[in-house]
């Protein structure tokens, strides 16, 4: 399982998670709190239920390089062009929109 920080604009909005057979969004209580604060997408409004997909949101997935950056991604990082998590794992977390993703480390094996 892999899990990531959803920021909008440096303001933590919610978690990102890669399960055996699942993608989940959820947003933070204290993002949803703040009347203020605005979706990371219109296709993710904000809400209290997690958003669960079969395959990676394509919100997030347009997020991730096409054409040549895409493929010096795939060969610096050594990731399937498929690994579509593992790719927004390595390329977004300084993205040119609002939105950036940070990794969550496992700790579970210490």
Known sequence: ???????????LAGMLIEEDDAYRFVYEQAYIDNPKNLPVSLTLPIRREPYSSKTI???????????????????TWKLNSQDRMGLLLVCCEDGIGAV?????QDLSYE
């Open 1 to 11: 399982m892999r899990q990531a920080e959803v920021y909008f604009r440096d303001t």
């Open 57 to 75: 949101f394509s919100f997030f997935d347009g997020l991730i390089p096409e054409g040549w950056l895409l493929d010096i991604t795939v060969e």
């Open 100 to 104: 950036s993703i940070l990794p969550i």
